[in-house]
């Protein structure tokens, strides 16, 4: 014990504050190395037995969770926005969509996972999908729960376990994450919560025990992670950031765009890796498009999440606000012209203007780097080539959206865009049916619908020769 208190001593707490008030909510102790070792111990336990429980049994589990989920969805709804500052009604929508992922997993994990037939010269072959072992998932606050369970249900319909380092400001939601698994009846050690920081991430990849690393969150995180498992051989899946394009064309119905626009920009209080966040606008409607985006972008109602007439939350961590605000800064200082907001509102809580920036710099923060933040750029181009030109020029490629009604334009955004997920008259969003991934530094694999769940399963070739007995062979 006094060994262990040793190895302990100096590790922060893990503090949930409210961002809206900055009231600290709650600190945990970490995880003692102790009991790290001993949940590892039980995820690999666990997984002897989960993987042949059968898929029925487990999707009545994974149905049980999905109710759990709805009918405390207000509970869980406060909860988030408590922790990180979104706004009650989206929280909510939270809850509801991670219950939409569990019922969908528990209905289809099985005829996504089916034995395949194959043609081969065997007498009879086919591919069986089977799960790998505990996964370690490294998951990012911003949708604290649907995260966590676009990554869980689909593990552990197909059999994995899951292990769940959250980040460091939602411990809360992270346990009460645990605890919807545990009352759906799911068997101890199925799904794990480690409350630890980031230091000791490497420590559990490099553990045996573990079979696969999934991390949703920024570029430098994945970088790391994933060299870590490289080194071990370990399989990852990387969900990262974005810096998504929203491209308006002049045949595209002008109102709605605007409206979409605006909506795509704060979605999650500008915390999305997926919202909009550079509108490359058709010079000949760039003039109508950027008056009436300021418009509605400054009649936004910023405050109290728990505030139904709230648009705009806080963000969530402090560090978070002072990136932002440097970001912005220095894309000012470097020359862009501020046309709303630009600043951190002089209030308690981490509360930025909803902002506009327009003429951005090649080279500034901005143009670079992903904004998470209620702050929008304008750029301007002259027709749909020269809008993917712009579009492609980040080292990100997540989604993007683009407004056209020209069914050229249409295929030529399909085709030439760099992004793992491409919405057309609508702002880009995860839907567990299609899969949710990237390309370039926004990451490898994918999330949701069978490509998802094929993600972690070990895809086992069978070939079966039929070789007759030798009935006069030797003795
Ligand atoms: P982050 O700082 O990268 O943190 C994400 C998670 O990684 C946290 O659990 C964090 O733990 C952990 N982490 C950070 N550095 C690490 C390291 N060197 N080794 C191991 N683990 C590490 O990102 P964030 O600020 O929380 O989240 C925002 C980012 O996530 C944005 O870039 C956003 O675009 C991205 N995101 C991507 C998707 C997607 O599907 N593509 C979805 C949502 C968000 P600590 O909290 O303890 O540091």
């Known amino acids: 014990m006094g060994a262990e208190r040793a190895i302990e001593f100096g590790r922060r707490s893990l503090a949930s504050i409210n961002p809206a008030t900055e009231e600290l909510l709650r600190e945990y102790e970490q995880h003692t190395d102790h009991a790290v070792e001993r949940k590892l111990q039980l995820a690999q336990d666990c997984f002897s037995s989960l993987r042949k429980l059968g898929f029925a049994k487990r999707a009545s589990m994974m149905l049980r969770a999905a109710e759990i989920l709805e009918k405390e969805k207000q509970t869980f709804g406060r909860l988030m926005t408590q922790e990180m500052g979104k706004t009650l009604a989206s929280a909510i929508q939270e809850a509801e969509k991670c219950a939409f992922g569990c019922r969908y997993y528990a209905e289809n994990a099985e005829r996504f996972l089916a034995e395949e037939p194959a043609q081969t010269n065997a007498t009879r072959s086919f591919v069986r999908y089977q799960?790998?072992?505990?996964?370690l998932a490294v998951m990012p606050w911003n949708f604290p729960f649907w995260q966590v369970f676009r990554f869980a249900a689909p593990a552990l319909m197909a059999g994995n376990v899951g292990l769940l380092k959250h980040a460091s400001n939602v411990p809360q939601c992270a346990l009460a994450i645990e605890e919807i698994f545990r009352n759906a009846g799911f068997p101890?050690?199925?799904?794990?919560?480690?409350?630890?920081?980031?230091?000791?991430?490497?420590?559990?990849?490099?553990d045996?025990?573990?079979?696969?690393?999934?991390?949703?969150?920024?570029?430098?995180?994945?970088?790391?992670?994933a060299e870590t498992a490289g080194k071990q051989i370990k399989k990852t899946v990387l969900e990262l950031g974005g810096s998504d394009p929203f491209i308006v064309m002049p045949s595209a119905n002008l109102e709605k765009a605007i409206e979409t626009a605006v909506q795509a920009r704060i979605i999650n209080n500008g915390q999305s890796c997926i919202a909009a966040k550079r509108f490359i606008v058709d010079r000949r409607i760039a003039g109508e498009f950027d008056k009436k985006f300021v418009e509605k972008m400054k009649s936004?109602?910023?405050g109290d999440p728990m505030d139904p007439s709230t648009h705009v939350g806080p963000l969530a961590t402090e560090d978070g606000l002072k990136t932002l605000e440097a970001q912005v800064k220095e894309t000012v200082q470097m020359g862009a012209r501020v046309l709303l907001g630009g600043k951190r509102l002089n209030r308690k809580g981490y509360f930025f203007e909803p902002t506009v920036l327009g003429d951005i710099p090649a080279g500034s923060p901005v143009w670079e780097d992903e904004l998470f933040g209620p702050v929008a750029s304008l750029f301007r181009c002259d027709g749909m080539e020269d809008a993917i030109r712009i579009a492609n020029g980040t080292k990100f490629g997540l989604g993007a959206s683009a407004w056209t009604n020209d069914e050229g334009e249409r295929e030529m955004f399909i085709n030439e865009i760099q992004s793992g997920l491409a919405f057309i008259n609508a702002m880009v969003a995860s839907d567990?049916?299609?899969p949710f991934g990237g390309v370039k530094q926004s990451g490898y694999g994918r999330e949701l619908s069978y490509h998802g769940i094929r993600e972690f399963v070990n895809v086992k070739s069978v070939a079966i020769y039929e070789v007759k007995e030798n009935r006069s062979g030797t003795k």
């Open 300 to 302: 936004l109602k910023v």
């Open 188 to 206: 101890e050690g199925a799904f794990q919560t480690l409350l630890i920081d980031s230091k000791r991430v490497p420590a559990i990849i490099t």
């Open 131 to 135: 799960p790998l072992g505990p996964v």
């Open 208 to 225: 045996s025990r573990i079979a696969a690393v999934t991390l949703t969150g920024s570029v430098g995180a994945g970088s790391s992670v």
């Open 432 to 434: 567990p049916r299609i």
